[in-house]
């Protein structure tokens, strides 16, 4: 992955952060992402920095929402059935 598309990447995923917040006035906690001192704004910063970034910041976003389950974002069976692709 470009470093341009790991940039785009990081910042949807604080759209998504802030999303979840408002729709569901539930702050997502993210002590790890922030410890890394790391924003989609840096973008002088390395692409390790940034994926290492946006790793973390999903696995507290899911990590969160797995934990809260709430109504609006319960999986149906019909979605859990569907195949995910993964960049190794």
């Known amino acids: 992955m ?3 598309e790991l940039l785009h990447l990081h910042m949807l995923l604080i759209h998504v952060k802030k999303y979840y917040e408002n729709l569901t006035s ?3 906690f993210t002590d790890r992402y922030n410890a890394l001192t790391i924003s989609p704004v840096h973008i002088h910063k390395n692409k390790i920095l940034h ?3 946006i790793l973390t910041l999903g696995d507290e976003i899911v990590t969160h929402i797995r934990g809260h389950r709430p109504s609006m974002v319960e999986m149906s069976p ?3 059935t569907g195949r ?3 960049e190794q």
């Open 2 to 4: 470009q470093k341009e």
């Open 26 to 28: 539930d702050e997502i």
């Open 51 to 53: 994926k290492k970034a």
């Open 78 to 80: 019909e979605a859990a």
């Open 84 to 86: 995910v692709a993964a």
